[in-house]
């Protein structure tokens, strides 16, 4: 029987705390699982536990060195090959040098190579964690997307009691699952778009919108890490999730055309990007000068993109949407599904705080054709991308 992170490699990093001890039970129970875990300890963490104890349980022996005989370059080679890196207990000194990119020793040098999701597991006594620079190196880190399992209230070390304690194993396992989620796309070929397009009028200026890419790109993320060869046709310019094909592409007739050269052969399409609506008819050969005059930009429509990929929909392919809208939410996004034959549209209200365009949040209604409406309160992108792939795996099922 395929175990719940069979094929799952996991770097379990361990920092020098008194809850160091616990790593190793993380461990064994990763290992049960079916994770293949690569220990990682800092010196500090050597102090605390032995070597041979955490070795014998993982996969493989536990690395404490960027000089290894063995790997001339471990850190990187760790970090790329890593499905997550899972850092338990993490300690002040680890979350400052990853929030501020020093690269001290093998743990941290991880931490900045990998592209892998992260899961930090901070454990401290209270005042430590309670002191400004390290809620705001967890706010940082939490900003930049790395998940954050929050320590527990109890018995610290010397004695003393309070907020600061590792989160007990079954919660930290817990949190690497949710993170690793379902292999459910294994097989699938999807196709995400992200990003805003810009369209050129000279030689240096360009007709563009706020789309950072976010959303796109965490659809991406998600469905590469449950299995699924995703392509991703992007105007941004973002770190590449582990595992994804990125298709760089700047005009609506560029993501036309990388999309229909691949469209046929997708199991699954979705439209995150930000298309321009119109473009200027054509584009000056040079910097259009100031003393010429004011210009006359003239506009044409652009191809709706989605709506020729419905109209040629594969039996057995699904298409996604978004909708961005400002007003009559469900009613503008209803009627954008039916016009461009989707399977399902995701409409967000851009003008709420914290919605759509540049945030690292959103707050949306998936749509189907007659189907009762879901709605998804205002959270991650990442937990948006993750219920819009629960809805697909459901319709693909
Ligand atoms: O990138 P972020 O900063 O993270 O922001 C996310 C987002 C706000 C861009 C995203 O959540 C979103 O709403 N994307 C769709 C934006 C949009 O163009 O919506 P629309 O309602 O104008 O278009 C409807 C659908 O048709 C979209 O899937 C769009 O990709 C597609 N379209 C639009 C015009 C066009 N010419 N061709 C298209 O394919």
Not at 45 to 73: C, M, N
Not at 76 to 90: H, I, S, Y
Not at 95 to 123: E, K
């Amino acid at each position: 029987m395929t175990r719940p992170l069979s094929g799952r490699r996991i770097v379990l990093g361990v920092s020098g705390g008194i809850a160091a001890y616990k790593s190793v039970e993380i461990c064994r129970r990763l290992v049960d699982l079916g994770a293949h875990v690569v220990p990682v300890m800092t010196a500090g963490a050597d102090k605390f536990i032995g070597r041979t104890t955490l070795s014998a349980l993982a996969s493989e022996p536990v690395q404490t060195s960027l000089w290894s005989e063995a790997s001339p370059i471990p850190h990187t080679k760790l970090g790329q090959n890593a499905d997550l890196v899972l850092v338990a207990p993490a300690t002040a000194r680890v979350l400052a040098g990853y929030a501020h990119g020093l690269s001290t020793d093998l743990l941290t040098n991880v931490l900045i190579a990998t592209r892998a999701p992260v899961v930090v597991c901070p454990a401290m006594h209270t005042e430590m964690w309670e002191h400004p620079a390290v809620q705001d190196n967890i706010a940082l880190l939490r900003r930049r997307g790395v998940h954050v399992v929050d320590p527990e209230e109890g018995r610290l070390a010397g004695g003393d009691s309070g907020k600061g304690r590792l989160a007990a194993p079954d919660v930290v396992v817990q949190a690497v699952q949710r993170v690793l989620g379902p292999r459910d796309f294994d097989g699938r070929r999807v196709l995400v778009t992200a990003g805003g397009t810009r369209e050129p009028i000279d030689a240096v200026r360009v007709i563009a919108n706020r789309s950072s890419g976010k959303q796109g790109y965490a659809v991406a993320e998600e469905a590469a890490r449950r299995g699924a060869t995703v392509t991703l046709i992007s105007t941004a310019d973002r770190p590449v999730p582990a595992g994804v094909e990125v298709i760089d592409v700047e005009t609506s007739a560029q993501m036309q055309a990388a999309l229909d050269s691949r469209a046929s052969e997708a199991d699954v399409i979705v439209m995150a990007a930000a298309v321009a609506d119109f473009r200027p008819v054509s584009c000056a050969s040079g910097k259009i000068k100031k003393d010429a005059g004011i210009p006359e930009i003239r506009l044409e429509p652009t191809p709706d993109i989605l709506a020729g990929l419905g109209a040629h929909k594969p039996a057995g392919q699904i298409l996604v949407g978004f909708a961005a809208e400002t007003s009559d939410l469900v009613e503008n996004a209803t009627s954008k599904m039916r016009r461009k034959n989707l399977d399902l549209i995701v409409a967000n209200d851009v003008s709420a705080p914290g919605v759509g365009f540049q945030h690292d949040t959103n707050a949306v209604t998936f749509l189907r054709p007659d189907q009762p409406l879901e709605s998804h309160p205002l959270s991650d992108k990442r937990d948006i991308a993750r219920a819009l792939l629960d809805i697909v795996a459901r319709l693909l099922a």
